[in-house]
């Protein structure tokens, strides 16, 4: 087999005549999906993949799917002859736009045999000498596919080498996410040799020294590797000392590093290019002259192959000189290079002379981490999961690293200043972390994360933005907002629109073979943060599913009071190594929050129908005795009587009397995280555990959550559950929610977030939702007709978005990034979804 080299991200355009089997070829060897064909697109505009008068429209439609795809950092084909140099620019351009290689696969076959298989298809009609021009013009692409701008040009000439290909994917140069680390990243060190060995002697790198005493390499005994950001030489003491230190570890394999633009800077001077000796080049270049021509050429081949950027640990690390935007990482492009050695500029210079740089770190809503140096600050600062560690230690400041994972910064003083800034170094007030930029939130977003991605409409983020800024609780103590839950799928028992048959369904067709059933309480949903010692801001926050204060604040702290009581009592502070927890619970019973609600929405309903019936019964039984025919009527009458009355009886068993918190209690049934941790990962019986001890430390106040595990593959587990959900509901509980055992982040066998939970309500409490009459025949076959798929997707979007928001939470996120994910929770309550399901 000859193997066909290509990036794994790549633009490949396929050259050849009619007839060369490109379309054969790329069935072969590449994902339909990957594929875009000239004939596919002609026929998507113009109903015949043939008609070559809308060929423009067509190749406009492509290069818009091809552009979609590359920027999505998608492998793309393109099956077109390609053999005109204006659609091969059009496909360059294309690539250059998104920084993907351009890549050319020639398929170059005899005349005779293109004309045999043209012939043999009945939609090609065109003549031989078509053919024969076709071929001129492939001739002539030879030697301008690479000055054109392709940097591989595949040629496969004849049959035999055609079936011989075989495609074999490259990774990029910068493509290192197969390192994990742990690493230890160093900022610009400008030929201060003596901080640099101080520096890795702190971290715990062991030096290597030459016979003549100088440091030629280091390694560290617990396999960190060191990564350089750049900028190793210019106005420092001793750049070819730090040069021949660098260069060792990362031939050794102890280090990685990538270039600055000093280095660069420093190449074209080597090279002979016509370069203007300042900002410290004329000292590197002095002190070069002291040392032997090999070394010199040595230090031109390293810095000519260092790589403009590295990602790193699966992605989620990436190192350039002067940081990198998310959609430039991984690609490879001179506008990538730039961005990474310069950053980028407003075009404009200061009061010092010198540019102006965009502050693209502020906008970065990436999800890699991005270190980075280039511009000296006197402190590291954290901006949206970026940081520069360039702290000046040539101009006197200090010389750092960051410690990966760790987040860790150690530093060591300059021996002193060995080159005067241009510009002082002033600390920029960082952003506090309790402000919130408006930007952060509105207009139309999309949202990445590590459970999903969604993207949160305008109209939505309006409607969201409302309920916030006039009625949410402080936004730096909204650390997390239920997610809407899903029904099981619709019952065919007859007799009920929702059945646990189909809940225990549902999570055996996601691969789930243990269950926990829990009571469904029949209450408000309530949201406890509480913190150990009551603060400024009394000691947590209690609030509702949508973010608004619960009671308001006398009720609200006595409420966090017994909650904090009750932690104490039960040893979960230190048990739990935090000193806050965020409780997931329901606040009992509904009318103490729910009151107004009750009485205008459900007991006028309830009133008007004990009040009208009676009348229109003792009316019917009148006309009865007068003889007329109103017997069917009076039935239904009578029927409708007793559906009231059976609907007055489903929302009273929720309604109680209350003062205050007297008759309140609060039934707690998740454990979600703590001050830096999420529990996320724990079991739904961990989780149930700890809220039965906070119930026996006030049993006054805490009600306890019953439930049934449930083994999917045991038939009787299976009945009994059922059974007891029927006990359950017939004494007029709501139902229970049928959630995986494995706990709130669990995931199915593909990998994929499954349902947090499923409600199974019971059939009188259903009255309450869908009316008095609900449960007659032709209704309940009207409503089994109803839509489950839409609120599925948003109880998974919502999920997904909750488990990122406790996991920046328990990570130390900062605010903006916290309240972008809880705030689109919020937001998707905004799609039309039927509010009864």
């Known amino acids: 087999m000859t193997a066909l080299d290509i990036p794994e991200l790549a633009l490949v355009a396929l050259v050849g005549v009619s007839g060369s089997g490109k379309s054969t070829f790329a069935r072969r060897h590449f994902l339909p999906s990957q594929v875009l064909s000239s004939d596919t697109f002609r026929a998507m505009v113009a109903d015949d993949e043939n008609d070559q008068s809308a060929s423009a429209d067509a190749f406009e439609a492509l290069h818009h799917v091809a552009a979609t795809r590359l920027r999505r950092g998608r492998l793309t084909v393109v099956d077109a002859t390609n053999l005109q140099p204006h659609a091969r620019a059009a496909l360059v351009r294309v690539a250059r736009e998104h920084d993907v290689l351009p890549v050319a696969i020639v398929l170059d076959v005899p005349e005779a045999l293109a004309w045999e298989r043209t012939q043999a298809r009945a939609d090609r009609t065109f003549g031989r000498q078509v053919l024969a021009r076709m071929q001129r013009d492939l001739r002539r692409s030879y030697g301008l596919l690479a000055r054109e701008g392709f940097r591989k040009v595949h040629v496969l000439r004849g049959v035999a080498e055609i079936d011989a290909a075989g495609i074999r994917y490259e990774r990029l140069f910068n493509d290192r996410r197969e ?44 396999g960190r590797t060191a990564v350089f950001v750049g900028d190793l030489v210019d106005r420092g003491p001793d750049s070819p000392g730090v040069l021949r230190l660098v260069m060792g570890m990362v031939a050794a394999g102890h280090a990685l590093c990538v270039p600055g633009n000093h280095e660069q800077k420093l190449l074209r001077k080597l090279r002979g290019r016509d370069v203007r000796l300042t900002h410290g080049l004329a000292e590197t270049m002095a002190q070069l ?31 350039a000189h002067a940081g990198l935007k998310e959609a430039y990482q991984g690609r490879a492009s001179g506008r990538v290079r730039a961005f990474a050695l310069f950053g980028e500029t407003t075009g404009e210079t200061d009061e010092y002379g010198l540019p102006v740089r965009y502050p693209w770190a502020r906008d970065y809503r990436g999800q890699a981490m991005v270190v980075y140096g280039h511009t000296p600050t006197p402190a590291p600062e954290w901006v949206n999961n970026t940081i520069c560690i360039d702290t000046g230690c040539v101009f006197g400041g200090r010389l750092t690293a960051l410690r990966y994972p760790e987040k860790e910064l150690v530093s060591v003083d300059a021996v002193k200043e060995w080159y005067a800034p241009a510009r002082p170094l002033v600390v920029t007030p960082p952003r506090p972390d309790t402000v919130l930029d408006l930007a952060d939130v509105t207009g139309r977003r999309h949202i990445r994360h590590a459970y999903g991605t969604l993207t949160v409409p305008a109209e939505n983020a309006a409607a969201a933005l409302e309920v916030m800024s006039r009625f949410a609780v402080d936004p730096a103590r909204l650390v997390w907002l239920p997610p809407t839950m899903a029904p099981c799928s619709t019952s065919t028992v007859d007799g009920f629109l929702e059945h646990p048959a189909q809940a225990f369904a549902d999570y055996r067709a ?26 400024p801001f009394g000691g947590g926050v209690v609030h509702t599913r949508t973010g608004r204060p619960f009671f308001g604040a006398p009720l609200d702290a006595e409420l966090l009071a017994r909650v904090r009581a009750a932690v104490t009592a039960a040893g979960l502070w230190a048990e739990l190594g935090t000193d806050a927890l965020l409780l997931d619970a329901e606040l009992l019973p ?77 039934a707690p049934f998740a454990v979600l995280a703590g001050a830096g941790v999420s529990f996320v990962d724990r079991d739904h019986g961990w989780h149930l555990d700890l809220a039965d001890r906070l119930c026996a430390a006030d049993p006054a ?64 409490y259903l009255r309450i939702i869908y009316g008095p009459g609900y449960t007659d025949s032709a209704q309940l076959t009207a409503l089994r007709r109803r839509s489950l798929g839409r609120k599925r997707g948003l109880a998974l979007h919502e999920h997904g978005l909750g488990l990122a928001a406790l996991d920046a939470w328990a990570q130390g996120a900062p605010l903006w990034r916290r309240h972008e994910l809880v705030f689109a929770i919020l937001a998707c309550e905004s799609e039309p979804v039927d509010p009864r399901l």
């Open 289 to 319: 002259d002291g040392e032997p021509a090999e070394f010199v050429t040595e230090v031109a081949t390293f810095v000519d192959g260092l790589v403009s950027h590295y990602v790193l640990d699966g992605g989620r690390l990436v190192v």
């Open 590 to 666: 509904w009318s103490a929050k729910a009151g107004g609600l009750i009485r205008e929405q459900y007991a006028s309903v309830g009133a008007a129908g004990r009040a009208a019936l009676p009348a229109a019964l003792a009316t019917l039984d009148a006309a009865a005795a007068r003889g007329l025919p109103v017997g069917e009527l009076r039935q239904r009458m009578a029927a409708r009587q007793a559906e009231v009355a059976a609907y007055s009886a489903a929302y009273r068993a929720y309604v109680a009397p209350t003062d205050g918190l007297r008759g309140v209690t609060l």
């Open 179 to 222: 390192l994990t680390g742990p690493f230890d990243i160093v900022g610009d060190v400008h030929g201060c040799r003596e901080e640099l060995e101080a520096l890795l002697l702190r971290l715990g790198w062991q030096l290597r020294r030459d016979d003549a005493g100088r440091p030629v390499d280091a390694v560290h005994p617990a």
């Open 510 to 535: 996601a691969g789930v073979d243990r269950v926990v059933c829990e009571e469904k309480h029949m209450g408000s949903r309530a949201v406890v943060l509480v913190e150990r010692k009551p603060g």
């Open 701 to 764: 106040f805490f009600t306890p959550t019953r439930r049934r595990v449930v083994d999917l593959a045991d038939e009787s587990a299976v009945v009994a559950a059922t059974e007891w959900w029927l006990t359950l509901t017939s004494a007029g509980g709501e139902g229970m929610v049928v959630k995986p055992y494995a706990g709130p982040a669990a995931r199915s066998e593909k990998g994929s977030l499954l349902q947090p939970g499923i409600k199974c309500r019971g059939r009188e």
